[in-house]
C-alpha cells in the first residue's frame, strides 16, 4: 500500500537525550515535512526538504534536526536543546513542494518527556 | 505574513443539524486553501483543495467554498461519523509549505 510510515508511534524521551522520529514514504514525493501539533496550536512546521540533500527550516526548528540522504526517507531528531518536546508529531510528503501540491499526512507519533 | 482563522474553535451540533465552519485568510496571492479532517490521535485527512474565488467542491455532507477572503466548509445533516477536528490550510504564490489555522472541533450528538 502507498503512503507514508511514521515510527515509533509512542515514544519516551528521559531528560537530555536525543531522539530520532522516523518517517519513510513510498508514494515518489519529492517534497517532505515535519509538523509539530500541541493542544490548541494547530499545526507548526518544523523542517521541509523539496529535494534529497537539502532541506529548510520552518517556524520552529530551534532545537531540531533533520537529514534528507534518500527521497523515501526524513528522520527527524529531536535534540537535548529542544527545551519542551512533549508533542505530536506529523510528517507529511507532496508531490512538489510547489503551488497547489497536496500535502500527505502519517498517522503520527506521540513523544513525551519523562 | 500568511495567516489562517478558523472559527468556530468549538461546535456542538445534533445529528441531522445543518451548519458551516468558517476559515479566514490573509495571503500574498492565494495558490490554494485546503480542508483537512482530523480524528482524535491521528494524521490529517485530506478532503478539498480550492483554487480560485467562486470554486465549490462537494464529498457526501460536506461543501467547501471559496471567496476572496473566505472559506466555508458547509455540513449538511452531520452524522456522529462527522465529529473531528476540521482544518484549514493556505498556500502563497510562493514555493512555501501549508500554513495551517488552529482548527474546528465538531462534535455530531445522536
Known amino acids: 500500500d502507498g503512503g507514508i510510515t511514521q515510527s515509533p508511534k509512542y515514544l519516551f524521551r528521559k531528560e537530555g537525550q536525543n531522539v530520532t522520529l522516523s518517517c519513510e514514504q513510498n508514494?515518489?514525493?519529492?517534497?517532505m515535512y515535519w509538523y509539530r501539533q500541541d493542544p490548541g496550536q494547530g499545526l507548526r512546521l518544523i523542517y521541509y526538504?523539496?529535494?534529497?540533500?537539502?532541506?529548510q527550516k520552518g517556524d520552529i526548528a530551534e532545537g531540531y534536526s533533520v537529514s534528507r540522504e534518500k527521497k523515501e526517507s526524513f528522520p527527524l531528531t529531536v535534540t537535548s536543546a529542544q527545551k519542551n518536546p512533549t508533542a505530536f508529531y506529523l510528517c507529511?510528503?507532496?508531490?512538489?513542494?510547489?503551488?497547489?501540491?497536496?500535502?500527505?499526512f502519517g498517522e503520527g507519533s506521540w513523544l513525551t518527556v519523562v | 505574513e500568511d495567516q489562517v482563522t478558523q472559527s468556530p474553535e468549538a461546535l456542538r451540533l445534533q445529528e441531522g443539524e445543518s451548519s458551516s465552519l468558517n476559515c479566514s485568510y490573509t495571503?500574498?496571492?492565494?495558490?490554494?486553501l485546503f480542508w483537512y479532517r482530523q480524528d482524535p490521535g491521528k494524521g490529517p485527512e485530506f478532503l478539498f483543495t480550492?483554487?480560485?474565488a467562486g470554486e465549490e467542491k462537494e464529498k457526501e455532507r460536506l461543501k467547501a467554498t471559496l471567496t476572496k477572503k473566505e472559506s466555508f466548509l458547509h455540513i449538511t445533516a452531520p452524522k456522529p461519523e462527522d465529529s473531528a477536528t476540521y482544518l484549514c490550510a493556505v498556500q502563497n504564490s510562493g514555493n512555501t509549505p501549508l500554513v495551517f489555522g488552529k482548527g474546528t472541533r465538531l462534535s455530531v450528538i445522536a
Open positions: 480550492l483554487y480560485s
Open positions: 526538504s523539496q529535494i534529497v540533500n537539502d532541506f
Open positions: 507529511a510528503s507532496s508531490i512538489g513542494a510547489g503551488t497547489g501540491n497536496t500535502i500527505y
Open positions: 495571503v500574498s496571492g492565494l495558490r490554494g
Open positions: 508514494l515518489n514525493h519529492d517534497a
